[in-house]
């Protein structure tokens, strides 16, 4: 090789170990930008997505019900598909390999606690904690790929430029001494892995004394380790933080309750925690005592303001995070684990005071929100519970953004479809007040509640047009079924809450919610006349119930005396005689199917005129105001009249009550009529007309006391029944 210019040596000496990090800094810096700018892709992409999901559009343009089923929304079909059989108990919580983050950040120097809250105290949390974590992760990968191309490089520069090795040894000693150490210790490696060997073919005859003393050595109990926690313990810790506000007593107390709640799930770790529970009185006392202190404790160091916790003003949030966490992951836990239901109402309601603080982190909310639906659809829980948790999870949605806000009116309609399966009369208890809690929560967000409201009426809406197009005993089994009729019974209340009776207290809801009335009503008149048989009498009643409710609570015409009286001219009472029969009197609000024994027997058909009568009472009481209401109930009192004349000998107890409802119809017609002779507008004036004893209530007509009576009736008869059910 030629002898080296000077210049080279030069440039050698003085520019060389610059120009190799500037290189490395500017292959760094590629490699940075390259992912950052994947990242900008992927966060584009969601954008777009969420996007296209702010641009959701109504139901304006559908005409028809066809048109309506036929509209596209994205990933409608596969949940519908999913909204029977999934399960939110048996979801897999994905957080749980993280909960231990949140409680090492509490496992550092108690020192080093108090001078952080100096330091915070002239800082403000920052935001993309996250993406410089990332970043630290990339330079550090990249340094390893920088080190192996250099690794390389210096060796090929060792064998061609001899020279310029010994100018390197020269000044440059270090970066030699770490390649050639790199260097043997993979060959020590190789050396290492032929000594095992060796070892191993010929001293097989010492393994066999060494699984002895391994398994010797296994029998010997190991000593439990952590700090005793005792009753004198837990209440020192209580007096620092209630009289000087000790973060070091605090921490300390809530890494006690994270070894209580891990008691019995992850034993393997809570054997090398910090602090160990014995006794059942010590972990009644421990989980007390930071269920009780930590509200407070967490409101002095981080305050809460109108709902909320302002990170940014407030000056110890750095510090207060990670207990927040742990807390939350130990709270989680032990919810979990608990069976008795006054313990977890008190879990619930202590949990209350903490929601601003769940809210501020969206992977503890998600999990909290999984953890409330559970217990709403458990059957193992009472009432009091359920009520707790939807009053949980409408302060959830009042603070949490709105993923969570979606993620929990999700999860309450489909935990109340999935538990809806009506197996006796004292299930419809539970499931009422499950579908009373759903339409409270759907009360909390307009515009979420109108999208799920969309969705969900339109998989219906599908599910009937195909069985409307396949007419097969399997279609007709997927409408026929009690979570499809509740599916269709939670809508109905949803409506009729919020475009009716509560209408005037949220009038922005009631307006972003009226046009699904439509789609609806279309959607329970197709699923009444799917089997028009007499065996799905009861189902048909059910669907004839929500229309009324829809029609009296908003105050829009449905026709449902036709589809009442189809009922009564059906061939079972007709021409069809009744089959004697000694059963016991059948409640219909338990079925929707007749059971076998029931059919074509005077027990069941009576059961059926009781309640035909009941809607047809409360029909003309929905109407019984309405200006027209003379010439409007005159076709169905003619069609009633002729069913009596023709069949009433056989059914002589009914026949006189349908002679009394007659009477109490006729009644009210004179009174619209003398009320009707004191207007002073026209028939075309429809706001008068609209207007037409506004304020007389129906209940208050005659027809209207007519019907209360017969509900009345009915729900003393109901109650009976109840009674003896649970007797038996």
Excluded at 501 to 515: N, Q, V, Y
């Amino acid at each position: 090789m030629g002898k080296v210019k000077k210049t080279t040596r030069k440039f050698n000496q003085k520019h060389l170990k610059t120009e190799l990090e500037r290189r490395n800094k500017n292959k760094k810096a590629q490699q940075l930008s390259k992912k950052r700018e994947l990242k900008k892709k992927k966060r584009s992409a969601n954008a777009d997505t969420d996007d296209e999901a702010d641009g959701f559009t109504g139901i304006e343009a559908v005409d028809e019900l066809a048109g309506f089923a036929e509209s596209t929304l994205k990933d409608a079909d596969a949940d519908m598909n999913k909204f029977i059989e999934s399960d939110v108990e048996n979801e897999d919580d994905s957080n749980d390999s993280t909960d231990d983050e949140d409680v090492a950040a509490l496992l550092g120097d108690d020192d080093e606690d108090e001078d952080s809250e100096e330091a915070d105290s002239n800082t403000q949390s920052s935001e993309g904690d996250g993406d410089e974590e990332e970043d630290a992760i990339d330079d550090a990968d990249s340094e390893f790929d920088d080190e192996d191309t250099f690794k390389k490089e210096f060796e090929a520069m060792k064998r061609k430029d001899p020279e310029f090795f010994e100018f390197m040894k020269k000044n440059d000693p270090g970066s030699l001494k770490i390649l050639e150490q790199s260097s043997d210790e993979e060959e020590g490696d190789d050396d290492d892995d032929d000594e095992f060997q060796s070892q191993a073919d010929g001293n097989s005859s010492n393994s066999e004394d060494q699984d002895v003393d391994m398994v010797d050595s296994s029998k010997t109990p190991t000593k439990p380790s952590g700090v005793l926690v005792t009753v004198g313990l837990l209440d020192g810790w209580e007096k620092e933080i209630k009289q000087s506000h000790s973060i070091k007593a605090f921490k300390q107390l809530l890494l006690a309750f994270y070894s209580a709640s891990h008691m019995e799930s992850e034993g393997a770790k809570t054997a090398n925690s910090v602090y160990r529970i014995e006794g059942m009185k010590i972990f009644n006392k421990t989980v007390s005592t930071a269920i009780r202190v930590a509200p407070a404790a967490f409101g002095h160091l981080a305050p809460v303001a109108n709902g909320k916790v302002d990170k940014k003003k407030s000056k110890k949030w750095n510090v207060v995070q990670a207990l927040v966490k742990s807390y939350l992951t130990s709270l989680l836990e032990l919810l979990k684990q608990m069976s008795d239901p006054t313990m977890i109402q008190y879990l619930i309601k202590e949990s209350e005071r903490m929601v601003p603080y769940i809210a501020c982190f969206v992977r503890h909310t998600r999990a909290f929100v999984k953890e409330l639906l559970r217990l709403f659809g458990s059957p193992a829980v009472d009432d009091g519970v359920r009520i707790l948790v939807l009053l949980s999870l409408r302060q959830l949605v009042s603070l949490a953004p709105s993923e969570v806000t979606d993620m929990a009116l999700k999860g309450i309609y489909l935990t109340y479809v999935r538990h809806s399966n009506v197996k006796n009369i004292s299930s419809l208890t539970t499931i009422q007040l499950m579908r009373n809690c759903g339409v409270e929560l759907y009360g909390a967000d307009a515009k979420a509640s109108y999208q799920h409201g969309f969705v969900y009426i339109r998989q219906l809406a599908i599910h009937l047009r195909n069985s409307m197009q396949l007419h097969s005993k399997e279609s007709f089994r997927a409408i026929y079924n009690w979570q499809f009729i509740n599916s269709l019974n939670f809508w109905t209340e949803v409506l009729a809450t919020y475009c009716g009776d509560r209408a005037e207290e949220k009038p922005e809801l009631c307006a972003t919610l009226e046009s699904l009335v439509y789609p609806l009503t279309q959607i329970v008149l197709g699923v009444v006349r799917l089997v028009p048989t007499a065996k799905y009498f009861p189902l048909r009643i059910h669907c004839i119930n929500q229309l009324l409710r829809l029609s009296s609570a908003t105050g829009i015409y449905i026709p449902l005396l036709p589809m009442i009286i189809e009922v009564l001219e059906s061939p079972e009472f007709l021409s069809r005689r009744p089959v004697k029969s000694t059963l016991k009197p059948l409640m219909l609000e338990s079925h929707l199917k007749v059971p076998r024994e029931y059919e074509h027997t005077r027990v069941y058909l009576e059961v059926v005129l009781e309640n035909v009568f009941g809607l047809l009472a409360d029909g003309f009481a929905s109407q019984s105001v309405r200006i027209a209401f003379p010439e409007w109930s005159v076709p169905a009192i003619l069609q009633l009249r002729r069913w009596r004349k023709r069949v009433g000998a056989s059914w002589s107890r009914f026949s006189k009550q349908l002679q009394g409802l007659l009477e109490k119809i006729d009644q009210t017609s004179r009174l619209i009529q003398q009320q009707r002779s004191k207007v002073d507008f026209a028939p075309s004036n429809l706001s008068g007309a609209n207007q037409f004893m506004q304020d007389f209530s129906p209940e208050k007509t005659p027809v209207g006391q007519y019907a209360a009576s017969l509900r009345k009736i009915r729900a003393q008869q109901r109650a009976i029944l109840v009674e003896a059910e649970v007797e038996n």
